[in-house]
């Protein structure tokens, strides 16, 4: 049984970076990175299987990645501006395909809370 947990979120500054990480278990199939800010709905960040794919908000900005051995998905943030502030989810796919959407995703972790102060 596939197991997700993020962390890592925390209170940071405008310009700042932060790295949030996600402990997986189980198959890796797609992986992504969802948000959620408050009062709006739940949007994709980044997803990586064979190649990586972002949001327009983030690139450039954001980078995912991964560490097989670890089994660990990272989400290194940087230049961090206070509308990146949300919860944010680890997300994993039962096959490659790569998708934007919520529903293309079956596995989710409990989310982390980052907030950029301005």
């Known amino acids: 049984q596939v197991q997700l947990v993020e962390s890592g979120g925390e209170l940071v500054q405008v310009g700042g970076s932060l790295r949030l990480s996600c402990a997986a278990s189980?198959?890796?199939?797609?992986v992504a990175w969802f948000r959620q800010a408050p009062g709006k709905e739940r949007e994709f960040v980044a997803a990586m299987n064979w190649r990586t794919s972002y949001a327009d908000s983030v690139k450039g900005r954001f980078t995912i990645s991964r560490d097989n051995a670890k089994n660990t998905v990272y989400l290194q943030m940087n230049s961090l501006k206070p509308e990146d502030t949300a919860v944010y989810y680890c997300a994993l796919a039962s096959s490659y395909s790569m998708t934007t959407m919520t529903s293309g995703y079956d596995y989710w972790g409990q989310g982390t809370q980052v907030t950029v102060s301005s």
């Open positions: 189980g198959q890796w199939y797609t």
